[in-house]
């Protein structure tokens, strides 16, 4: 069983003053295909880092299957590692650099060894590669050559170090689609780290989502999405990024009103969340730009119209109702720049954070 399991991972540099991993505790099922994604230094690489057997924890542990790793050497982790720059031997051609690690890792004769890289290859589509150096290689290709040479030691968990950021936007497109084929066929146990969240919501299973070192959420991306654990989350996943106001409450008899504070607008919650609104004074609103409509009963927020960004399928409306406010709305309403518009959303849509310590009360 290629489960892997973090227990209360942490990891620290500089004699201690720099917490790159606090307390991460998280497990991944087998087959299971985990993306990991947080903006820039949040501690993704180092978490990858550590259960490859790269990074020594300076607490907690790794355990892969009922084995814990923690103090294993990496050559004798069963884990594949693919990295953002491909990590290709230079003078090796494709068929030595996939039979590399086969001659590690196994007892296979030479005749084995080369039977098994040729299956992968044509699997991978480049076996007319396989006696090419990584020179004359596109990017595309020596990543495709990456990915073969992990897959062909059938190792029991795969990590991806954001294996797709140097190719361009619409090879990543291909790559990504190619990868969940791969994971599908394979039913490979994946952890794949990113720091787009995009990448991270199409591929995973399940997103683990980390801030400052520290995990915010994880679960099925459908739920991170419509239940972020706290605002950082809900601004995170997503885009364009959800819209987050300064509100107060007003407690009234039919349940709660929110009425903004830098922004003028007030929104009947109706009875929903009035219970964990109860005592509550200040908290930040959140609503996302594709749960907007525009209101054409006079009942919604008026707010003058900024900016207008075609990007296609839909418009990006820029309103003036607090900072970067945008509603995403069909390519068809193309209201005035200048003029106004009334702005409506459901209840089940709005999304209250405590202002505080930005955990999520609905
Ligand atoms: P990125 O997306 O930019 O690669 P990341 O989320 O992968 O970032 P890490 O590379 O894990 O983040 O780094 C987490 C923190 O630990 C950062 O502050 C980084 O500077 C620090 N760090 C990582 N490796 C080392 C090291 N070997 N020595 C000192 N500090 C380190």
């Known amino acids: 069983m290629a489960t892997v399991r973090m227990e209360n991972l942490r990891k620290t540099f500089d004699s201690g003053r720099l917490v790159a991993v606090d307390d991460l505790t998280l497990s991944v099922d087998d087959g299971e295909f985990l993306t990991v994604v947080g903006p820039s230094g949040c501690g993704k690489s180092t978490t990858l880092r550590m259960i490859a057997g790269l990074e020594r924890p300076t607490s907690g542990s790794v355990i892969i299957g009922d084995k814990d790793v923690t103090d294993q050497h990496a050559r004798k982790r069963d884990v594949a590692m693919v990295f953002q720059n491909y990590a290709l031997y230079p003078h090796k051609t494709v068929m030595g650099n996939m039979e590399f690690g086969l001659r590690m890792s196994t007892d296979l004769s030479k005749e084995e060894r080369r039977e098994r890289v040729r299956e992968t290859a044509e699997m991978m589509d480049i076996e007319g590669l396989l ?212 702005i409506t959303f459901d209840e089940s849509d709005v999304h209250v954070f405590d202002t505080r310590t930005g955990e999520s009360l609905t």
Do not use: C, W
């Open 131 to 342: 006696e090419d150096k990584p020179s004359e290689l596109s990017g595309g290709q020596k990543q495709r050559v990456a990915l073969g040479r992990a897959i062909v030691r059938e190792p029991d968990v795969f990590l991806f170090d954001e294996p797709l950021s140097n190719l361009d936007a619409k090879l990543r497109t291909t790559m990504r689609t190619e990868i969940q084929r791969l994971q599908d066929e394979l039913d490979i146990t994946a952890i794949y780290v990113t720091h787009d969240q995009e990448e991270a919501m199409t591929m995973g299973d399940k997103i683990a989502i980390l801030d400052d070192g520290e995990l915010q959420q994880t679960g099925r991306p459908t739920e991170v999405y419509n239940d972020p654990a706290n605002e950082f989350v809900g601004g995170f996943v997503g885009s364009p990024s959800m819209n987050v106001l300064d509100a107060v409450v007003d407690t009234t008899e039919t349940g709660a009103v929110l009425r903004g504070t830098n922004a003028d607008f007030t929104y009947d919650l109706g009875t929903r969340a009035s219970d964990a609104l109860e005592g509550v004074e200040e908290v930040r609103m959140g609503v996302r730009p594709e749960d907007i409509r525009v209101a054409d009963d006079g009942r919604g927020i008026t707010t003058t119209v900024d900016v207008m960004e075609p990007i296609g399928s839909d418009n990006y409306l820029y309103l003036d109702i607090g900072p970067e406010f945008i509603a995403r709305v069909d390519s068809g309403i193309t209201p005035s720049v200048g003029g106004t518009i009334d």
